[in-house]
Nanobody
Framework: QVPLVESGGGSVQAGGSLTLSCEYS????????MGWFRQAPGKEREGVAC???????RYEESVMGRFTISKDHAKNILYLQMKTLQPEDTAMYYC???????????????????????WGEGTQVFVSS
């Protein structure tokens, strides 16, 4: 396992923006899937977005149109740009990675945390109303 290091979390008012970063290393991640999940207190970890090895991106319905996932291949950083944040976006956000393609993370058309191979430690996002 190689480290995934998240940063960029913080507190913001509703309607605000934040950009999360995930620094990674490891050859296998370049050909596999990377993504973001989040977990609110008392809730299960849920998928947010994923970035496949061919550049294909997918988003869960709750963040579609507000969040953008991207990758800087030269710097080995995965980003999650979050706009129009709402209190329900408050959660610990985790960077996820796998040597397999993103399709392996999906079941019943939703990202499944149980299928992810590697995790970062997380970065906290708090959105106040």
């Amino acid at each position: 396992q190689v480290p995934l290091v998240e940063s960029g979390g913080g507190s913001v008012q509703a309607g605000g923006s934040l950009t999360l970063s995930c620094e990674y290393s490891g050859f296998s991640y370049r050909s596999g899937c990377m993504g973001w999940f989040r977990q609110a207190p008392g809730k299960e970890r849920e998928g947010v977005a994923c970035y496949d090895s061919d550049g294909t991106t997918r988003y869960e319905e709750s963040v579609m149109g507000r969040f953008t996932i991207s990758k800087d291949h030269a710097k080995n950083i995965l980003y999650l740009q979050m706009k129009t944040l709402q209190p329900e976006d408050t959660a610990m956000y985790y960077c996820a990675a796998d040597s397999r393609k993103c399709q392996y993370w999906y079941a019943q058309n939703k990202l499944k945390s149980s299928r992810v191979s590697f995790w970062g430690e997380g970065t906290q996002v708090f959105v106040s109303s």
